[in-house]
T-cell receptor, first 115, second 112 residues
Framework: GAGVSQSPSNKVTEKGKDVELRCDPI?????LYWYRQSLGQGLEFLIY????????KSGLPSDRFSAERTGGSVSTLTIQRTQQEDSAVYLC?????????????FGSGTQLSVL | GNSVTQMEGPVTLSEEAFLTINCTYT??????LFWYVQYPGEGLQLLLK???ADDKGSNKGFEATYRKETTSFHLEKGSVQVSDSAVYFC???????????WGAGTKLIIKP
């Protein structure tokens, strides 16, 4: 596609329910990142995928969070038993390859609200 | 550790005013430095970057110079427009890995 696509754009859920957030990166981009943006805060790194390598999960805040990337393309971030503190904008980004100077392309994010 | 500190917002200016958004960093070694911008309703996008000391990144009339001696990467624009209203994020990337370390963002409001 032309850009990074995320769905849904907004998700309202009840505390304790599971949610799935989807990211469709730019075609050909091997690197994919998930970030969380809380109100008034900078971006918080969650997880990183690079090609077929094992993902870097070091940023996931708890074992309720998991992510997978199928076929090196679409990624799904799953939050189980959601809590109110999970409310945030979840951003996905992709880049051509791993590298500190690679330009990241961001999706518009999923606004998650846990009631 | 690595960290980025940028000035708190919101910053409110009149059109054609001079803009400075301060950004300072703490890092080991020589990181790459970035400014990203998030326009209302849009995704974050790279505005400019600098990869070594004394480099100047520039784009859309914005500039930032990588100052190793003051560990700063302040964003400047000589004459802002209403369309520049957005949230601006300063970030660094250690050359040793792929992660970006982000500042908290500065909301800029330009009034006509």
């Amino acid at each position: 596609g032309a850009g990074v696509s995320q769905s849904p754009s907004n998700k309202v859920t009840e505390k304790g329910k599971d949610v799935e957030l989807r990211c469709d990166p730019i075609s050909g981009h091997t690197a994919l990142y998930w970030y969380r943006q809380s109100l008034g805060q900078g971006l918080e790194f969650l997880i990183y995928f690079q090609g077929n390598s094992a993902p870097d999960k070091s940023g996931l805040p708890s074992d309720r969070f998991s992510a997978e990337r199928t076929g090196g393309s679409v990624s799904t971030l799953t939050i189980q038993r959601t809590q109110q503190e999970d409310s945030a904008v979840y951003l996905c980004a992709s880049s051509l390859s791993r590298g500190s100077n690679e330009k990241l392309f961001f999706g518009s994010g999923t606004q998650l609200s846990v009631l | 550790g690595n960290s980025v500190t940028q000035m708190e917002g919101p910053v409110t200016l009149s059109e054609e005013a001079f803009l400075t958004i301060n950004c300072t960093y703490t890092a080991t070694g020589y990181p790459s430095l970035f400014w990203y911008v998030q326009y209302p309703g849009e995704g974050l996008q790279l505005l400019l970057k600098a990869t070594k000391a004394d480099d100047k990144g520039s784009n859309k009339g914005f500039e930032a110079t990588y100052r190793k001696e003051t560990t700063s990467f302040h964003l400047e624009k000589g004459s802002v427009q209403v369309s520049d209203s957005a949230v601006y994020f300063c970030a660094l990337s250690p050359k040793s890995n792929y992660q970006l370390i982000w500042g908290a963002g500065t909301k800029l409001i330009i009034k006509p």
